[in-house]
């Protein structure tokens, strides 16, 4: 398992899971619209966007799969 850390609060996460999975089941909320766990990422409505240190640009957290050390807002 990896750890990333989600305002402030370190998260243990499994290889593949994505951002939104890893917050979902450490009881951290990251608000979403289109976004299901029974069903494929679309990311279209961009309500889950977050931004991740040392990188450019936000993310949406529903398609962006989680890494060791990442830093999230």
């Not at 996460?13 to 029974?38: K, L, N, V, Y």
């Not at 309500?47 to 936000?58: A, N, S, Y």
Request: proline residues 4%.
């Amino acid at each position: 398992m990896g750890k990333l850390t989600i305002d402030g609060r370190e998260v243990e996460f499994r290889q593949g899971q994505t951002i939104i999975e890893a917050a979902t089941d450490s009881g951290i909320d990251i608000p979403h619209f289109c976004w299901h766990p029974s069903l494929s990422v679309s990311g279209n409505c961009r309500v889950c966007l977050v931004e991740i240190e040392k990188m450019p640009k936000l993310a949406i957290a529903c398609a962006t799969v989680a890494t060791e050390g990442m830093v999230v807002h």
